[in-house]
C-alpha cells in the first residue's frame, strides 16, 4: 500500500491503494470518501460557518463516526457527509441541542425524512418543521427528582419557574411532576443559567408566548374546532407550520439585533 500527500495540509490528505486482490474495489471505495478539509468545502455553500474544528466536536459527541485510516486521517463517506448535513440543518432550523439531535438520530431521522425551511412542500409553499409538536404529547409524566438528574437543573430554578409560571408541573401523591414539554424548558432554561439568565428573566418570554400564541388561535380557531376529521387534521397541520414559521422569524430577529453589538 502506499500513502501519498497531495496537499501541505495533514486534514487534506488522499489516500490512494495500490493495485493487488481487492485492490480495485478498495480503491474505489476511497476514492469516494471524503477528507474533513473536503467535506467543509462541500457544505459551505449551505452552511457558511461550517468548519473543521465544528466537525470535530460533532465527533467528540458522538454524532459523526468516520473512517479512519491507519495513519490516523478521517475519510467520510457520502452516508456521513448526509448525516452531518442532517445535524447542521437541526441545528440551524429548529434549534435543537445536540443531546436532542442525538435522540433524532437514533430514532431514525435522516436528511429527507421531513421538510425544512427552504424547502418547497406539495402545495408549493414553503414546509417548516417545529423542534416540538403542538399536537397532544406522549403522556409520559417525569418526577422532579429525574428531570433534576436529566437536565442538571437547580431545584430552585425550577421552584423559580413555577413561581413566575414558566413551567407548572402536577402534583399526584405528594410528588411533582412534568410533562415531556415542562421537561424540555427546563433544560433550555437550565442552559441559560449558565449564563446568568434567571427564572424571572424568563417572565418575558413567558408573556411573549402567551401574545404570540393568541394570533394561530385566531386565525385557525374554527377549523380546530371542526367536527371534519380532515379539517382538523389540516388546521393542526397549519398551527403546527405557524409555530415553526414564528419560531424562526423570531431567532432572526433575535440574531439581526445581536450582530449589532458585535459590530
Known sequence: MSVQATSTGPEELEVELGEGPGGGTELAKRRKSLTIGAVCKALAQEFP?????????LEDQKLLTPRRTPGGYRLYTQ?????????????????????????????????????????????GMRAWRPSVSVRAATGALYSIEDVLEETKAEAKLVRELEEYGVVRGELRGGVRYFDETEREIIAAVAELARYGVGGRNLRVFRSSADREAKLPQQNLAP??????????????????????????????????DLRKIVR
Not at 457527509?81 to 445536540?98: G, H, K, N
Request: net charge positive.
Open 49 to 57: 460557518d461550517i468548519s473543521i474544528s465544528k466537525i470535530r466536536y
Open 79 to 123: 452516508g456521513d457527509v448526509a448525516r452531518l448535513r442532517t445535524i447542521l440543518r437541526m441545528q440551524r432550523d429548529e434549534f435543537l441541542p445536540l443531546r436532542v439531535i442525538r435522540q433524532e438520530l437514533a430514532a431514525g431521522r435522516s436528511g429527507d425524512a421531513t421538510p425544512v425551511p427552504g424547502r418547497v412542500a406539495r402545495d
Open 223 to 256: 377549523a380546530l374546532r371542526s367536527r371534519n376529521p380532515e379539517r382538523r387534521k389540516e388546521a393542526i397541520e397549519a398551527l403546527e407550520n405557524l409555530a415553526a414559521v414564528a419560531t424562526h422569524l423570531k431567532h432572526l430577529l433575535l440574531v439581526r
